[in-house]
């Protein structure tokens, strides 16, 4: 069955580092991949879409990047903030109707 | 602009009742969906529709329905509450261009106990 991973239930890191996420997938091979942010009692916000003939995509601080060989996807907060402390889910679409499947997500804590 | 809109924000029933979760989108969004968030699980979808009067399952959708009679609406009936279907459940809607990875927006959550 489709699988989708994100590596680290939690990520500690020192602000103005750069934190990095990863995403793995196996049995499938999706057409686009999106990563939401989540905060504690709110709904997930969308964050950055990559498709499967990009490499890269950036935004600001975040970019993402989309490996269809390793089926990995990687995503980075340069200059990180405690701001920036939330859930970061990454999903990928399935289906003709386009729904998404999620990972479990990873809890970022940037600290100060 | 209110996006997605889920009533009530906190439910608890007993085990047996039924209830429905309300949830309107104001962005004209022919795609809407539901799911349910738990501990160590991750989001699952329950039902989700691709327009006024068609609905489908997802993946976790025993002891749920949906219906969609307007674009607007897309109400979840519990129909008969139990301890396991306690979660966080949310609604999400899609932008036009079909299924070429639009944005889905979510609301803002409902927090359900069945005891």
């Known amino acids: 069955s489709q699988k989708i991973e994100q590596n680290s239930e939690a990520l500690n890191i020192q602000e103005g580092k750069t934190a990095t996420l990863t995403c793995n997938y196996t049995?499938?091979?999706?057409?686009?991949l999106q990563w939401y942010r989540q905060d504690p009692g709110r709904g997930p916000v969308f964050l950055l879409l990559i498709r499967e003939n990009e490499k890269e995509k950036r935004k600001e601080r975040l970019k993402v990047t989309f490996d269809t060989t390793l089926k990995q996807s990687l995503f980075h907060i340069t200059a990180s903030q405690p701001a920036d402390s939330a859930t970061y889910l990454c999903?990928?679409?399935?289906?003709?109707?386009?729904?998404?499947?999620f990972g479990k997500g990873t809890k970022l804590s940037v600290k100060p | 602009n209110a996006g997605v809109t889920q009533t009530p924000k906190f439910q608890v029933l007993k085990t047996g009742q039924s209830m429905t979760l309300q949830c309107a989108q104001d962005m004209n969004h022919e795609y809407m969906s539901w799911y349910r968030q738990d501990p160590g699980m991750g989001l699952r979808l329950i039902h989700y529709s691709v327009g006024a009067g068609i609905t489908d399952q997802g993946e976790v959708p025993n002891g749920y329905n949906v219906s969609r009679s307007t674009t607007e609406d897309f109400p979840l009936r519990l129909l008969s509450a139990a301890p396991s279907q306690t979660s966080v459940y949310f609604c999400?809607?899609?932008?036009?261009?079909?299924?070429?990875?639009?944005?889905?927006?979510f609301g803002e959550g409902s927090w359900l106990t069945v005891v």
């Open positions: 999400a809607s899609r932008g036009p261009g079909g299924t070429s990875g639009n944005t889905i927006y």
């Open positions: 049995n499938y091979s999706p057409a686009y």
């Open positions: 999903a990928l679409v399935r289906g003709s109707q386009g729904n998404l499947i």
